[in-house]
C-alpha cells in the first residue's frame, strides 16, 4: 500500500514507535500522518470518549488521504494505517515503547510542563520529546525534565490540517543535543513533510509573521474600517489566501488563539516581542470564548456553522 509524501517516505532509521499526546485537532492528525509514514503510533488523551474522537477524526481524513494516494485500493490503505495506531489513556503504556513522544495537548504551560516531567519517568532513557505548542517556548515545557531529557527535548510544530499542510517546523532549543535534533528533523521530512529550521523563538517562524497579521486584521474591523467578512473576503480573493483570517481563527479553534494571544501578552511583558503586538488588546476573540464560541469544534465562531 503506498504512503503518501514528498519521496514516498518510510520509517526514520530507528525509529518504530511514536507516542503521541492529545487526541484532538492536531494531535489526531499527527499521529495520523505518522501512522501514514508506517510507524506504530500510541495515541493518548485523558479519556476513553477523547481518543475515540481523535480516531474518528482520523477515520474521516484517512478515508479523503486514501482516495488521493491509493485509487482502487482505498479499504485497504485505510485498514493498514488505521491497524498501525494504538489508542490509549495509559501514560506509561504509551510513551514505554516509543522512541518519539510528542506532546499535542492543550495550549497551557503548566499542564505541558507537568505532563512531560511525568512522562520522563515511563519513557525510554534516549527517546525524543518534542513539542507542539503554537507560541510557548521549547525550553519552558521541557523545565520540569531532567537534563538528560533536555539534551532530548525540540519543537515539532505541526500546521492545521497536519494531514494536509506540508510544512513542519523543527525547533532546536538551546539544551538540545546535535544528534537528537538531526533525528527529529529526519523524522519530521520521514512523514512527508518540508522541514524548516528554527531557533526557539516565540511563535517560531509561520506564527510570529502570522500574529502581525492577525492582529491587524482584528484592528482593521475594530477601527470599524470593514466587516470581518469582508476582511475575509479581501484576503482570500485580493492576497490570495486560502481562508480569510476569520475563517482561519475559527478553523484553528478560537479556545487555542486565546491562548496564544495570552502567550504574546507575556512576551511583551518580557520584551520579547514588541508591545505594538500586543497594545491595544483587542477583545473580539475573548468575548467569543467567554460565551462558549471556539469556532468549528463547537459550530460557532465568527461564523455560524450549524
Ligand atoms: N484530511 C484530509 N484531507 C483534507 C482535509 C483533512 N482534514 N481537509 C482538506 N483535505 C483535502 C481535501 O480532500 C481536498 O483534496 P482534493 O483537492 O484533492 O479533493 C483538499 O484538501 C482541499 O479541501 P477542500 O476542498 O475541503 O477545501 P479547501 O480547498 O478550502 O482547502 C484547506 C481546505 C486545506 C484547509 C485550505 O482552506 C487551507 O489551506 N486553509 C488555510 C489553512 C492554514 O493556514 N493553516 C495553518 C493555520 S496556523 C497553524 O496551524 C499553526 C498554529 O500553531 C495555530
Ligand atoms: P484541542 O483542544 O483540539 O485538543 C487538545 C487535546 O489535549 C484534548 O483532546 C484534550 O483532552 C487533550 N489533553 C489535555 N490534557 C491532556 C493530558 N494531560 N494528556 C493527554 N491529553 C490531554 O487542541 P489542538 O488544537 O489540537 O491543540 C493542541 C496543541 O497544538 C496546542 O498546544 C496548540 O497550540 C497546538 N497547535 C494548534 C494548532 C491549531 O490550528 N489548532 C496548530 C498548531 C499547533
Known amino acids: 500500500v ?5 519521496r514516498g517516505s518510510g520509517p526514520a532509521a530507528g525509529i518504530n514507535v511514536v507516542a503521541v499526546f492529545g487526541a484532538g485537532l ?8 505518522a501512522a501514514q509514514a508506517g ?10 470518549k477523547a481518543v475515540q474522537n481523535g480516531m474518528k477524526i482520523i477515520a474521516r481524513s484517512v478515508a479523503r488521504v486514501a482516495k488521493k494516494v491509493a485509487p482502487g485500493q482505498e479499504d485497504e490503505y485505510v485498514k493498514t494505517v488505521l491497524g498501525n495506531l494504538r489508542p490509549t489513556t495509559d501514560p506509561s503504556v504509551a510513551v514505554g515503547n516509543a522512541e518519539i513522544v510528542i506532546e499535542s495537548i ?3 504551560i503548566e499542564l505541558k510542563q507537568n505532563l512531560m516531567a511525568a512522562l520522563d519517568k515511563h519513557a525510554k532513557p534516549d527517546s525524543i520529546f518534542a513539542t507542539n505548542t503554537s507560541a510557548l ?5 521541557s523545565e520540569k525534565c531532567p537534563a538528560a531529557r533536555k539534551a532530548r527535548f ?5 500546521f492545521n490540517p497536519v494531514p494536509v499542510m506540508r510544512l513542519v517546523e523543527v525547533i532546536r532549543s538551546d539544551t538540545m543535543e546535535d544528534a537528537a535534533y538531526d533525528r527529529l528533523f529526519e523524522f519530521g521530512e520521514s512523514l512527508g513533510k518540508v522541514a524548516v529550521k528554527c531557533k526557539d523563538t516565540p511563535g517560531f517562524i509561520v506564527n510570529r509573521i502570522l500574529a502581525a497579521y492577525n492582529r491587524e486584521a482584528t484592528m482593521v474591523v475594530e477601527r470599524g474600517d470593514a466587516s470581518f467578512e469582508d476582511v475575509d473576503k479581501a484576503m482570500e480573493l485580493g492576497a490570495g489566501y486560502p481562508m480569510g483570517p476569520f475563517k482561519l481563527f475559527d478553523y484553528v479553534g478560537l479556545d487555542t488563539c486565546n491562548l496564544i494571544g495570552m502567550s504574546w501578552a507575556i512576551r511583551a511583558a518580557q520584551g520579547l516581542v514588541p508591545e505594538s503586538m500586543v497594545d491595544p488588546p ?3 476573540i ?3 470564548v467567554e460565551e462558549g464560541h471556539f469556532g468549528r469544534k463547537t459550530g460557532r465562531g465568527f461564523y455560524d456553522y450549524s
Do not use: W
Not at 517556548?137 to 515545557?141: A, M, S, Y
Open 106 to 108: 492543550v495550549e497551557n
Open 154 to 158: 525540540g519543537g515539532l510544530h505541526f
Open 39 to 48: 510507524y506504530t503510533v500510541n495515541l493518548a488523551d485523558v479519556s476513553d
Open 286 to 288: 475573548p468575548e467569543l
Open 137 to 141: 517556548l521549547v525550553k519552558e515545557v
Open 2 to 6: 503506498p504512503r503518501p509524501g514528498k
Open 282 to 284: 483587542s477583545n473580539m
Open 26 to 33: 492536531m494531535g489526531s492528525g499527527i499521529a495520523q500522518v
